[in-house]
């Protein structure tokens, strides 16, 4: 037990298969010599306490202790778990920032901490590295494995400053510390770990190099003539690792740097447009393969214009072209791409002798289940879950279309399963880079996390288009209100769109989307936009409770897609003519609006700077603000949001009356948070 204020205790256990129970392998405090050193809690899972590759070494981080905790307030004390602030209001409401802001448990211990390893065998701790660095992940894969980690240091670059990145390769066995060429960001090592595969970005594609641990050589990967984008794994005897390129054909490149890459896929991926995934037993996280070049492997493939999903093989000893083996209008497995909500599939699973393959099979209107296979022809189903059929379920086509520039764009169209074409439906455009993939995906009804539930808002009577967006560098609004719009008035046209009742809804990146393609666009009756930016300019430059550093990386070498090469006061046009809250003024469209306090990724001032606009202007904007919640809706509030959402839509997009919530400002419910208004108000 803890009493109030006092710092909580935590310890570090150990279960391993058939052990009789778990072993406390560490106490809260690991050194009896230092009691002041502590176990940092805010450092585990992918970010900190985790086993190294072969599982006899479980790397930790250890901080000093700080006497006074920092004491969170209940919720009770900070507000109500929704706040709904109304256009018309009188005045704007009383907003503290909540203690909550603030990760409670970095006021605990210092940032970040160093790292610690314990030998399983021995029982022992030991230092992996003196420098406050921390281990280096790369979307969640270790890159620690028997002898040897790489480890990055903690704080951000700033390359302003001619600074890169540095990373470090630590032996385990010795402690011994050398710093890799700093052009390097990413690392992935051989089986054998005698081979580091090291990649940077040059500002315009990735290059790959093989560093010899042992003779302290990079060699450059000589021989391949396309982009090379992603590893796909290594060969069985730890002479060659494969490669992607951009067209997801395959490159056998060989590690002592002796023999020419070679294209064992012979360029079929971008001469038909498809894209390969390698099958078989994974060496680890991430779809990394041990690849038996001797042997027949098989593919999964994805047809970019078609989205239809199949298996090929490819003898590699043989020196022959892909060969089909089946394709359909499914998900069986799809790791580039695709925003559904069983992601991209299940991973094919061989059986132990290698005989016979276990596979998931979806569709949109099909729920995922599972069939036997022997040759990817032939499939044998096994189980028969088919929950969707008890509802109005919905069905999907895609959409293709050329835009005024004549380029091609394409889109998802969701109907309902009782979709009847003399009728005129309202449709919602609903975004978020490219989303085309997900054709067949089956999408699970649930409630709003963020981006709208697609088969929730179809079976209630809307049309959903999901539209792939291209951007270009500087005008990633811009180029959104592009594709959307073209992509609205290519709908309008058909006979059963009802073009008055046209509406958006975008979150997180897509809700900075809506927010400019409102401020350049009357053409929607509605829009709901979550953590979306409103203002590029104090994001680049602003902070987020609880998380270190600033957007500038963002906006110059991320998804803001700004300049890689210009900072805002180089480019400072650009920025302002990106920004939604310099056209506030323009809004005609009504604005729903959601933004938290603790959200940890786009701050809730973005959101209160257009909201405070609006206000300003007498323009109809609500924002919702969840107490409970960050960057999206995952406690108990989706309900409510969900609810929220609903009742907008269904008032500007179907005619029904409005919610009194957004017809009374700082309506007080009694009971009933989403009673309709039956006088007739409008909001």
Known sequence: MTKKGDQKKYAIWYYKERMREAKKILDNEPFPSDPEIVINPTRTGRDGLVFNKSGDRIFYYVSKKITKAYEEKPVSAIGVKVDVWDYRSDELPETPRPPTLINSQDKQYNEGGLIYQFDIATENSSLVDSERNVIYWYNGYLYGRTDYVVTRHGRNAEPWKGEKPKYFLISLKDGSKEQMDTAYSFFKFSP???????????????????????????????????????????????????????????????????????NITHGYGKKNNIRFELLGNEEEEGHIKLIDPSKKQFLAVLEARTKRNGFYSLDVARNEDPRLLSMDNCVYFRSQGGFGDFGNGAVPEVSGNGNSWVVTRQTESEA????????????????????????????????????NDGKEAMGVLYKPEDFNPAKKYPVIFYYYEEMSNALHDFRTPGLAHGPIDIPWLVSRGYLVFTPDIKYEIDSPGAYALKYVVSAAENLKKLPYVDGTRLGLQGHSFGGFETNYIVTHSNLFAAAQEGAGVSDLISKYGGIVDG?????????????????????????????????????ADKINTPLLMMHNKKDNAVPWTQGVELFTALWRLQKPAWMLQYDNDDHGI??????????RITQFFDHYLKGKPAPKWMTEPGYHDNGDPYALDSGGKQP
């Open 192 to 262: 054998s770990e005698r081979f580091l595969l090291c990649m940077y970005y040059d500002g315009t594609q990735n290059q790959f190099s093989i560093y010899d641990i042992a003779s302290k050589v990079m060699r450059p990967i000589n021989g391949v003539t396309e982009e090379l984008k992603w590893i796909l794994g290594w060969t069985t005897d730890n002479q060659s690792v494969v490669l992607y390129d951009k067209y997801s054909d395959m490159w056998l490149c060989d590690l002592s740097g002796k023999k020419s890459a070679v």
């Open 368 to 403: 995922p289940n599972y069939y036997v296979t022997k040759d990817f022809k032939h499939f044998r189903q096994i189980s028969n879950l088919q929950p969707q059929k008890k509802y109005n379920w919905l069905t999907t086509e895609l959409v293709n279309w050329n835009m």
């Open 547 to 583: 998380k270190a550093g600033n957007d500038i990386h963002y906006y110059e070498a991320g998804q803001g897609r700004m300049s890689r090469t210009k900072s805002l006061w180089q480019n400072k046009e650009a920025y302002i003519r990106e920004s939604p809250i310099f056209n």
């Open 634 to 643: 995952y406690s108990d509030n989706a309900f409510d949001y969900t609810m």
